[in-house]
């Protein structure tokens, strides 16, 4: 076996997304343990290395968007590979003036706002060309693949 096992993997991702505690391994009994993460959109691959605010958008009336930590809010599906994807559909505000450049990938950090830890990131498929009136969505199709 290299790697994570697939009960780690499922386990870890459940308490990252959906707050649920792994027995005896992981809980979720932090001082202010953080009820949202937030979904942020992002003009190139923010890459491993990089955080929130790595390639962010900046169109005009864009705003990262909050989810919360919990069954209602994530789904985690399969094993090796296991998914992320959110319950329902995740709308930005209308872009409003300045579109500036496409969305390629989305992020999930932990900060409504400013740098903040890049969590995961994912690839936008297609991407959304955000012009004036557009509302930037991603869909529940939208996933991340953990293996």
């Avoid at 500036?100 to 950090?109: C, D, E, L, Q, S």
Wanted: charged share 10%; aromatic share 6%.
């Amino acid at each position: 076996m290299a790697g994570k096992s697939d009960a780690l993997e499922a386990g870890f991702l459940k308490m990252v997304f959906q707050a649920l505690p792994m027995t005896n391994i992981m809980d979720n009994t932090a001082t202010a343990p953080l009820t949202n993460l937030y979904v942020s959109l992002h003009t190139a691959d923010p890459t491993d290395a990089g955080g929130q605010t790595t390639n962010e958008t900046a169109y005009t009336g864009y705003a990262r968007q909050a989810v919360a930590r919990t069954t209602g809010g994530w789904a985690i599906s399969g094993t090796a590979p296991t998914t992320i994807n959110p319950v329902a559909n995740i709308d930005f505000p209308q872009c409003s003036a300045s579109p500036g450049t496409a969305i390629t990938h989305f992020g999930i950090g932990t900060l409504v706002s400013g740098v903040g830890v890049l969590l995961y990131a994912g690839t936008v498929t297609p991407n959304i060309a955000v012009a004036i009136g557009v509302i930037p969505r991603l869909t529940t199709a939208s996933t991340i693949t953990e293996d």
